[in-house]
């Protein structure tokens, strides 16, 4: 399957994805004005590679700063993933936060009461 190397802007984030390591990074900003277009190549990806998921998933996010139809994509993606561990594999999301910012770190745990999979919250200096 073809991987993703996506370089992000002010206001669209970096996506790297590597489907034989089963991993998803999502970082930096993602304030666009087209939501569903900046977030489909993702969307795609992750169809694809869960309909042959690897025995271990690992998604890494670590954003600044995102809007609300952003977080809405977050959500079907993450959702994608919630099915792939209840096939039964193992499926880990890393949800990086700026120590000091609590709005994101609310923001992936308002994410984590949403989606069946517990998050590892780790704060970044």
Do not use: C
Not at 83 to 99: F, L, P, Q, S, T
């Amino acid at each position: 399957m073809e991987e993703l190397i996506i370089s992000g802007t002010p206001k669209t984030p970096s996506v790297k994805t590597d489907s034989n390591q089963g991993l998803l990074e999502i970082t930096g900003r993602s304030n666009p004005e087209n939501t569903i277009e900046v977030f489909k190549p993702i969307v795609n990806w992750v169809e694809e590679y869960a309909q042959n998921p690897g025995e271990k998933t690992t998604v890494n996010i670590q954003l600044e700063h995102f809007n609300t139809s952003s977080s809405k994509s977050l959500i079907g993606i993450l959702k994608r993933f919630e099915a792939i561990k209840k096939e039964g594999r193992d499926v880990i999301i890393n949800w990086h936060y700026e120590a000091d910012d609590e709005d994101i770190l609310e923001a992936g745990e308002n994410f984590e009461s949403v989606i069946e999979i517990p998050f590892k919250m780790i704060p970044v200096s």
